[in-house]
């Protein structure tokens, strides 16, 4: 039975086309507080397209989202992350010329007002604000196990590292909702088991929310309340894993069986 907690997100008859190209058609579903849905589907079935819409990248053609109950279907990313949505990308987005510590610091902007009228004379003040920024990077740098990568530049690691990292630059955001986007693609089956580990650690120790597109129906099964199955721009079915799992329309649009 799902839990009866409080919707944190709501699309709408949500459309979004490339000129003759429909990437979504009319999609709705609604994400509840503290819960890990995950979005599956074939290739081009329109995953991505719903997470770029609902922090920005996109603009949908028709219909709106909600997040807190607030509209935000028209804001720009920046705006949608300070309330409190972030992400991570298929192709990570990390300034790779950095260390893992000044990335984590980076992300940190959206929390920081900077003035420097204010850092002139209340230099105090400001040295306080970074020390506490710091602080909060570096219990996500323990919380994520990089404490032997946090000076390491991050072009130089692994990909399943950089990939760890990408999270905890999300997490620095301090999100309420978090979008992660096929999170364990390339990685091995050690890198995996890490990576759901620890998104399972956000979502029970954190208690945020998390829409999850993936491809590794092991894991998506594993952790998923709730799965909702594209298939190109149409939403073809919405429910608990073992219901997706006998669904025949699932079965025969992603899972490859015939009737």
């Known amino acids: 039975m799902e839990k009866q907690l409080k919707t944190i997100l709501k699309l709408e008859d949500l459309n979004l086309s490339f000129g003759s190209l429909s990437a979504l058609l009319n999609v709705n579903f609604e994400v509840k507080q503290n819960q890990i849905l995950s979005i599956i589907g074939p290739n081009g079935a329109g995953k991505t397209c719903i997470l770029n819409c609902i922090n920005g990248f996109y603009r949908p053609n028709r219909g709106r989202i909600f997040f807190e109950e607030k509209d935000i279907t028209r804001l720009s990313s920046p705006k949608i992350a300070k309330l409190g949505i972030a992400r991570t990308f298929q192709n990570i987005q990390l300034f790779i010329g950095m260390t893992t510590v000044e990335n984590l610091m980076a992300a940190r902007h959206i929390h920081l007002k900077p003035s420097p009228l204010a850092a002139a004379i209340f230099f105090g003040w400001e040295r306080k604000k970074e020390i506490k920024h710091r602080r909060i990077v570096e219990e996500i740098i323990d919380f994520l196990d990089l404490e032997p990568y946090r000076k390491k530049v991050v072009g130089t690691l692994a990909y399943g590292l950089r990939k760890r990292i990408d999270l905890a630059r999300a997490l620095a955001l301090e999100p309420e909702l978090l979008l992660l986007d ?48 594209m298939d190109f721009g149409h939403k073809i079915a919405d429910g608990a894993p073992k219901e997706i799992k006998r669904n025949p329309k699932v079965l025969k649009a992603y899972l490859g069986e015939k009737d």
Do not use: C, Q, W
Not at 186 to 199: A, H, L, V, W
């Open 182 to 229: 096929e999170p364990m693609a390339g990685m091995n089956t050690e890198e995996k088991e890490d990576m759901t580990r620890f998104i399972l650690d956000i979502y029970e120790l954190r208690k945020i929310s998390i829409i999850l597109v993936e491809h590794d129906m092991g894991v998506v099964m594993d952790i998923s309340e709730r799965i909702i199955v």
